[in-house]
């Protein structure tokens, strides 16, 4: 009888993670098809400070864009960063997922300049990275510290550039609020020692 970890194969935690990236991705620029064709409708779904209205639209917030200039910028990051992470489990991937949407969410709902409007993948591609850059180190996996390395080298320029306060048009909060997450996320969420398979046990 196969074991635990025999029942689920690279190549399946690979496929699985690619289609559910792509679908992720599709979805955003579905919706960012119907903003464009509606007048920018899905605009309104986008977070405004301290409103207590406005926490309804956390989640939402993440999955709409103002144009397809800022959906272009946001898809590969969130294709790679998303794929990597899904590696591990998608169980395990939608939970991380879940909490830096709702973390940065809340921390832009608190903390952003009144009057404006964020919305975007943005916050949880910063998440991911977080996520990515720490997770290695946490469980003490190898591969994970050499993936993290990786991933700073290549993407790190561009993530500490949208932390910078001084940049107009992009919520540096949502940016720092996301990375953030995605840390605590390593931490919530890290793996345990591997479980022994059926033969190991018996």
């Known amino acids: 009888m196969p074991g635990p970890r025999e029942a689920w194969s690279t190549s399946d935690r690979a496929l699985a993670a690619g289609k559910l990236m792509l ?96 919305a975007g993948a943005s916050g949880l591609v910063f998440g991911l990275f977080g996520f990515l850059l720490v997770t290695g180190f946490v469980e003490r996996r190898p591969w994970g510290i050499l993936a993290g390395v990786l991933i700073a080298a290549i ?22 609020l996301g990375l953030l997450a995605g840390v605590a996320a390593a931490f919530a969420f890290r793996r345990r020692a591997a479980t022994l398979t059926w033969e190991e046990r018996s």
């Open 23 to 118: 679908a992720w991705v599709a979805l955003l620029w579905l919706l960012e098809v119907v903003d464009v064709a509606t007048g920018h409708a899905l605009d309104r779904f986008g977070i405004t400070p301290r409103e207590p209205s406005e926490l309804t639209d956390v989640v939402p917030s993440a999955f709409v864009h103002f144009g397809f200039a800022h959906l272009v910028s946001n898809t590969l990051p969130l294709l790679v960063l998303g794929f990597l992470a899904a590696l591990s489990g998608l169980r395990r991937f939608l939970l991380v997922c879940a909490l830096i949407i709702l973390v940065d969410g809340l921390g832009v709902w608190l903390i952003s300049p009144a009057h404006t409007n964020t």
């Open 155 to 176: 993407w790190g320029g561009s993530i500490l550039s949208g932390l910078a306060p001084t940049q107009t048009g992009i919520s540096w909060q949502g940016h720092l």
